[in-house]
């Protein structure tokens, strides 16, 4: 019985793969990470061309002793690996607020990209980047942190 559901499970998982079909337009999800807290975004991408897009997440963070929320739009190159998969690389910069008890303000940021993706053959985009970001505010971040994210997006 093991065998079989191996087998039936590899033959589906190689149907979806060879059936494939380009990423579409737009997607709309959620961007789910770690940078100095646990946090999440409201994910959009915008297609510019078959390998150009705009991402922007809206998106709050909270740790132990800061809460911030943020606005990052990136360029993003895209290239394909595989039928379903991609790569991307991107720039981009953002803004955003804090709260640190005593202490809160705005910061911006300078932010880079880079991750893969997998286009089901349902309407969803699933990824997987990191994005280093550097923070100009003293009070809250002026360094370099890494945000390594799972996204989840619905293609339209």
């Known amino acids: 019985m093991k065998k079989i559901i191996s087998l039936l499970s590899i033959l589906a998982f190689t149907v979806i793969s060879v059936q494939g079909q380009s990423i579409s ?83 911006a940021l300078v932010a880079g990209d880079i991750g ?3 286009n089901f053959n349902i309407p969803l985009l699933i990824s997987l980047d990191m994005r280093p970001e550097l923070g100009f505010n003293d009070s809250y971040s002026n360094d370099l942190d890494l945000d390594i994210a799972l996204g989840l997006r619905y293609q339209f």
């Open 25 to 107: 337009k737009n997607a709309l999800g959620l961007r789910i990470g770690d940078n100095d807290g646990f946090g999440g975004e409201i994910s959009y991408q915008n297609y510019l061309s078959d390998n150009n897009r705009l991402e922007f997440d809206l998106g709050w963070r909270n740790s132990k002793n800061v809460d911030a929320f943020k606005l990052v739009g990136l360029y993003q190159w895209v290239q394909p690996i595989d039928t379903n998969f991609n790569w991307y690389v991107g720039v981009g910069g953002g803004v955003g607020s804090f709260d640190a008890g005593d202490n809160d303000g705005i910061f």
């Open 116 to 118: 893969i993706e997998y």
